[in-house]
C-alpha cells in the first residue's frame, strides 16, 4: 500500500509522477532497458497482467524523461475473474503512448464484479513465415477489442 506518509518517506512504486529522472524502482526499469538496447537485443514485447483493465501502450524514447532505450510495446490484459479497476494516468518517464484502454468509467467506479462484464484477456500469435507478431486484447464474451500486427526488427 502506497499511501501519503510512505510517498513522504521516499517510497514510491514503480512511476515517480513525472517528476524528472528516474528514481526508486524506476532505475531499475532503466538499468533493464538500457541493457536491452546496448545488448542489441531487439523485438521486445512486454505482456502485463496483474491489471484490472485492458491496454496497449507503446513505449517511444522520443517522447520519454529517461531516452535510453530501444521502442518497445506493453499489452495490459486482465483480470479474467476478479474485480475490474481503472488506470493510474500514464508516468511519462518512459514515454508511454496509449493505444488502446478498455477500463470502467469513473461513472461505473471501482472494483467491479465480473457480472459488470469488464474482464479481459489477450492472446498472441507469432507466424513462422513471416515472423510477425500479434497481439488480440479480447473480452470475455471472445469478441476483439484491439489487434496489432508487429513487423520484426531486424539486428543490424
Do not use: C
Amino acid at each position: 500500500v502506497w499511501d501519503d506518509a510512505a510517498k513522504k518517506a521516499g517510497f514510491e512504486a514503480v512511476s515517480n509522477n513525472d517528476n524528472g529522472k528516474p528514481k526508486g524502482r524506476e532505475l531499475e526499469f532503466a538499468d533493464v532497458l538500457r541493457f536491452i538496447k546496448t545488448a542489441g537485443i531487439t523485438n521486445t514485447v512486454w505482456l502485463t497482467a496483474d491489471v484490472h483493465y485492458t491496454a496497449a501502450h507503446y513505449y517511444n524514447p522520443g517522447k520519454a524523461q529517461f531516452q535510453d532505450f530501444n521502442p518497445f510495446w506493453e499489452f495490459v490484459s486482465g483480470p479474467i475473474h476478479a474485480g475490474t479497476f481503472g488506470p493510474n494516468d500514464l508516468d511519462m518517464t518512459f514515454g508511454p503512448e496509449l493505444k488502446f484502454i478498455k477500463a470502467p468509467t469513473a461513472e461505473q467506479g471501482q472494483n467491479l464484479p465480473p457480472s459488470a462484464g469488464l474482464q479481459f484477456f489477450g492472446l498472441v500469435d507469432i507466424s513462422g513465415a513471416t515472423e510477425q507478431l500479434t497481439v488480440r486484447l479480447m473480452d470475455r464474451d471472445d469478441n476483439e477489442l484491439y489487434k496489432v500486427t508487429l513487423d520484426p526488427v531486424r539486428s543490424a
